[in-house]
């Protein structure tokens, strides 16, 4: 018994002069999840809310839509940066799917010739002076974006353009990564992400 406290004492001893393994730092980004849907699809929803109007419409009425700037930047500022061209593609699906519900829907950016060059051809323009003069439109569809941490709240409306008053609205969240590209490596505010190789 004598033998055993001592060796019991010395293993212990041993133990506590053993090093600690350091806390190892994962290098290993967080893998990026992308959107479960596709821009489209999330427009989708805006587009069966705003087919719900609230006052009597003429078939033949003619609808525009509009650009989507962000809220706070009503004047100058569509998204930007991460969501790079996500305010004209809001645009662009709402006249696609607009005009596939049979909605009389308005192209107002068409120029009043088609324009030839030596690699490309265009009929649609934002100057003003190559316009057509006269445009009828009876309702748009405009509306806002808002950013959030993991998306951006877009809330649209169709508004009469006589009276004013909002006859349909809709609002929807659209992830911010929805237009990611398929880069191996991102980085998306103060994180970096790795996407599977």
């Known amino acids: 018994m004598r033998l ?13 002069l ?9 290098t290993d980004a967080p893998k990026a999840v992308m959107a479960p849907y ?12 705003l087919s719900h ?5 003429k078939s033949t009425a003619s609808i525009a839509v509009s650009s989507f700037y962000l809220a706070d930047a009503l004047d100058s500022h569509v998204a ?19 005009t596939q519900l049979g909605y009389n829907t ?11 060059s030596a690699s490309a051809d265009s009929v649609l323009s934002r100057n003003t002076g190559n316009l057509k003069q006269r445009q ?11 950013r959030q941490e993991h998306a951006y709240i877009v809330n649209a409306r169709m508004v009469n353009m006589q009276t004013n008053q909002v006859v349909s609205a809709g609002s929807t969240e659209i992830p911010i990564n929805v237009m990611w590209s398929n880069e191996k490596i991102q980085q998306r505010g103060d994180y970096i992400y790795r996407s599977e190789y």
């Not at 991460?82 to 699906?93: H, K, N, P, T, V």
């Open 18 to 26: 053993t090093p600690q393994p350091k806390p190892s730092i994962s």
């Open 136 to 146: 009828i439109i009876d309702f748009v569809i405009t509306g806002t974006l808002t």
């Open 106 to 116: 308005v192209e107002y950016r068409l120029e009043n010739q088609l324009n030839l």
């Open 53 to 57: 109007i609230e006052e009597p419409f």
């Open 38 to 49: 596709t821009l489209n699809q999330y427009v989708n929803s805006l587009s069966a809310q």
């Open 80 to 98: 930007q940066g991460q969501g790079a061209g996500l305010s004209q593609q809001i645009q662009e699906s709402l006249i696609t799917q607009f």
């Open 4 to 16: 055993l406290l001592p060796l019991l004492l010395l293993n212990l001893a041993g133990c506590s």
